[in-house]
């Protein structure tokens, strides 16, 4: 895959001011150093990087790996994440 993202649907935040996510991926052929983020953005913003999973010393191919974030910061009506990777193209895969 090469410069691919993934976007996750609008979600209501209609009272919030916080949140906290959790996710699984389970990824191979992905070399260390590509950019793989983490993303979010409220309604009527800029994309925001939360995380560059690529740069962990604990993200492994070929395992599902959980993650977990507590407490981001939120204001706006709603949310949306994406996952995007830039990649090179030579069979990167990301679920």
Not at 1 to 18: A, E, K, Q, R, V
């Amino acid at each position: 895959m090469d410069n691919n993202s993934t976007l996750s649907p609008w979600i209501d935040l209609n009272g919030s001011d916080s949140i906290d996510i959790s996710f699984i991926i389970y990824a191979w052929s992905v070399e260390y150093g590509e950019r793989f983020n983490l993303d979010y953005r409220t309604y009527l913003s800029s994309w925001t990087t939360l995380a560059n999973l690529m740069g962990r010393s604990d993200f492994y191919n070929y395992l599902n790996q959980s993650y977990h974030y507590d407490r981001i910061e939120v204001s706006g009506y709603s949310i949306q994440f994406r996952i995007s990777l830039d990649a090179s193209a030579n069979s990167d895969h990301i679920f």
